[in-house]
């Protein structure tokens, strides 16, 4: 976006902000046209008023998913404040909140939840990947964007802050079910696309035990088409060495299908149990990242071997039994889960090597396969006492078993394949990471105002790893075993002033913390060219193990309900300071590594309201600015003053909504304007920058009768050409694209009560 593009957006979205903040607020109990109070559950100390709660936090609840057309993590993060998502594809895409990333292979700094289930990392198993499962926003209560560290109550991870979907329980009195189905089409290079879900909800015992049943299948287009070099040096390979010329016109497309079967049991007023069980099951054509001509846009996907349709899978499981008991003044929570993860990914990198060595496309290919199995168990008791003093107690424990293996292979016909089919490099990793913590707040209520805060946790780990390395390019068999131990406490303090039911003001200071982790293995004789023992292009020896990383984070907030609660307004301030940051390179040979950094400082503001303007006009809107950098050199990836990668400094959403009626039917008519600025995936800054695009959202929708209801959709209406995650060190570099404009229709028939 050009300098007057960008002050046209943000003197806009200014101008809304100061009339809201123009209006006096009078208490909405006067005045029956109110924004619904929004009740999060973030701390953990059961429903809380969002606007209470002294935390910047973005919620977005099931009606307004259905209303904005959110699909998926992509369409939500990128429309929060201080927020992106890297999307490296399935499994693999990467969430940045306040800048704390290092590079977009490295591991979650973000935690992801499923209600009371920990997802971080458990997306696809290729190594560094740190991505989460794209789980679906299929029959959502909401979602919660946590920004700042959350070390204290949600642990390693966090250390960003935390996502937290939380999808609608089993209702105990009433049958009802929804079927909602669409189509659509994507432009350029995309196709058709095709939606499918279905809700049931089953009192099987009035009032006292329910089952939910959530099924869907999503099927996208792809909207990349190889072009890359000519057909008849391909050809000649392809005779040669058995490999595979594809052209194919649909690559990247995806298939989503998944679904969720839950239980309530109202043991007794006081005791409930609960009990779900979650799959998701995802298959990609061709891995959606470009092969990018520096010199323009051309679109050139890596294919697999074979030419089949699916060149990533992963399987999704989860199972989390909870169990609540209310004694009154004390409410105990357990929460019992089961995770496990299996992907497979191949690569064909002939794209890459191929120029190197001064023709078009070779048969390399790079394939990675993995399991994650997670169990977690958390114990919580929670206090509702008489007087001043509230205690939440809690305890922790995980167990997560990693395994990986990645082969880099040159795949040939063995009759006339010189190398006979040959391994180049391969790795395994068995990895086993047990986890032990207690964690505890203590609140208390100085005067009636003003309350103090304080929380710590203290962790423990014990982890042992295993790797081997075999192939040519290894120069033989290698092996290491690492074992390791962290443990030590981060903590929290914060100051609440609440003066009246229209404004709250705090302070909070927060820690984090990420567990390091081993390094993965590199073929030695390919990375190591000089014999010095320093990773060729980074002039670095590469260590065994990547230590853990910290953080402080500082920040000052306010939230008004203004305008006879009519609208709210929101404004936080922040300054974190990063120790041990893990940036992850790719080398001369080009294989990645990952290497601990110095020292970052992030700081920024934000901003997030929304405005009932009449009984049918409402607005909502956000910005966000955030500068990050180096604060210390750090040898072989950047120097004191290097931007950290993935995040724009400027960000701006505006959405608005109409609500009326037409021949006595309910309709509704929505816009949503998200920005991004530029921003760079290296410290360098060098190479083409992503980001920097505008995207236009358009929803109508209409209840055709009492059951049946019917909207129109457009994403990315403009067609922008946005670049979501762009890498350059290799070859010609990489990237992924946004979908193209995106036109469909959706219709939603309900039943039951």
Not at 609 to 635: C, F, H, M
Request: one cysteine or more.
């Amino acid at each position: 976006m050009n300098s007057s593009k960008k002050f046209k957006v943000t003197a806009a979205l200014a101008s809304l902000c100061a009339c809201g903040m123009s209006t006096q607020a009078m208490g909405a109990d006067d005045n029956p046209l109110a924004l619904e109070e929004v009740v999060v559950t973030a701390t953990k100390r059961g429903e809380a008023s969002l606007q209470e709660i002294p935390m910047s936090i973005s919620v977005v609840s099931g009606d307004m998913i259905a209303k904005q057309g959110l699909v998926g993590m992509d369409d939500f993060l990128r429309s929060t404040p201080a927020t992106n998502f890297l999307d490296r594809g399935a499994g693999r895409n990467g969430i940045i909140i306040r800048g704390v990333t290092a590079s977009p292979q490295t591991d979650a700094t973000v935690g992801v939840y499923i209600d009371e289930t920990p997802l971080t990392g458990l997306g696809s198993s290729s190594p560094g990947s740190g991505g989460n499962p794209d789980l679906k926003f299929v029959d959502m209560e909401r979602v919660e964007v946590l920004r700042g560290p959350q070390g204290t109550l949600y642990g390693d991870g966090s250390i960003a802050g935390t996502v937290r979907v939380i999808p609608n329980a089993p209702v105990l009195s009433a049958f009802s079910g929804e079927i909602t189905g669409n189509v659509s089409s994507t432009a350029d290079e995309g196709g058709s696309n095709t939606m499918l879900r279905g809700v049931l909800n089953l009192p099987v015992v009035e009032d006292t035990f329910a089952i939910r049943i959530v099924a869907y299948d999503y099927d996208n287009s792809g909207y990349y088409k190889s072009v890359s070099g000519s057909n008849a040096d391909k050809q000649i390979w392809a005779g040669a060495f058995g490999g595979v010329a594809t052209d194919k016109d649909d690559v990247g497309s995806d298939k989503y299908t998944g679904g969720r079967i839950s239980a309530l049991w109202q043991v007794t007023d006081s005791f409930d149990v609960s009990l779900s069980y979650i799959t998701q099951d995802i298959e990609q054509s061709g891995i959606p990242e470009s092969f990018m001509n520096l010199g323009g846009t051309q679109r050139a996907p890596f294919q697999k071997l074979d030419g089949s349709d699916e060149a990533l899978g992963m399987d999704f499981e989860v199972t989390n039994l909870e169990m609540n008991l209310d004694l009154g003044q004390i409410q105990i929570t357990s929460s019992t889960s089961m995770a496990e993860t299996t992907s497979l990914q191949d690569r064909d990198l002939g794209l890459y090597f191929g120029p190197l060595l001064g023709v078009d496309d070779i048969p390399l290919f790079l394939t990675d396969s993995g399991e994650i199995e997670s169990f977690t168990q958390e114990l919580r008791l929670n206090t509702r006492l008489d007087g001043p003093w509230q205690f939440l107690l809690g305890a922790f424990y995980q167990d997560i078993e990693n395994k990986q293996r990645q082969d880099f292979l040159f795949e040939g016909d063995p009759a006339a394949d010189p190398f006979g089919g040959a391994l180049l490099f391969g790795s395994k990793l068995n990895e086993d990471i047990e986890q032990l913590a207690f964690f505890g707040e203590v609140t208390f209520d100085i005067t009636d105002q003003l309350t103090a805060v304080a929380g710590v946790r203290h962790y423990d780990y014990d982890q042992t790893a295993s790797d081997s390395a075999d192939g040519l390019f290894n120069g033989g068999s290698s092996s290491n075993t690492l074992e390791a131990e962290d443990s030590g406490q981060t903590y929290k303090l914060g100051l609440t002033y609440i003066p009246s039911d229209s404004a709250t003001y705090y302070a909070t200071f927060a820690q984090g913390f990420r567990l390091g982790g081993p390094q993965a293995d590199v073929p030695s004789d390919l990375c190591d060219l000089n014999g010095d023992g320093l990773v060729d292009g980074l002039g670095v020896a590469l260590p065994d193990q990547i230590d853990s990383d910290e953080l402080d984070s500082f920040e000052v907030g306010a939230k008004f309900s203004l305008a006879d609660g009519r609208a709210i307004f929101n404004v936080a301030a922040y300054q974190v300071e990063w120790e041990g940051i893990p940036v992850a390179r790719t080398a001369d040979c080009g294989f990645g590594v990952t290497l601990n950094a110095g020292e970052a400082q992030n700081r920024g503001v934000e901003v997030e309201g929304q405005w009932l303007l009449s009984d049918i006009w409402r607005v909502n809107y956000g910005l966000s600015y955030v500068k990050t950098e180096l604060t210390s050199d750090a040898p072989g990836l950047g120097v004191s003053g290097d931007r950290l990668p993935g995040t724009p400094e400027f960000q701006a959403l505006l959405g608005m909504q109409a609500d009326f009626s037409v021949a006595g039917r309910p309709m509704f008519a929505r816009a949503d304007i998200a920005h991004a600025g530029e921003y760079f995936n290296n410290l360098q800054e060098e190479g083409p920058s992503a980001g920097d695009f505008t995207t236009i959202n358009l929803r109508i929708g209409a209840d055709i009768s009492e059951r049946i209801s019917l909207d129109l959709f457009a994403r990315n209406l403009t067609d922008e050409e946005g670049l979501t995650w762009v890498e350059t060190e290799i070859g010609d570099g990489r990237a992924n694209f946004i979908r193209p404009r995106t036109i469909g229709v959706e219709i939603r028939a309900l039943f039951g009560q």
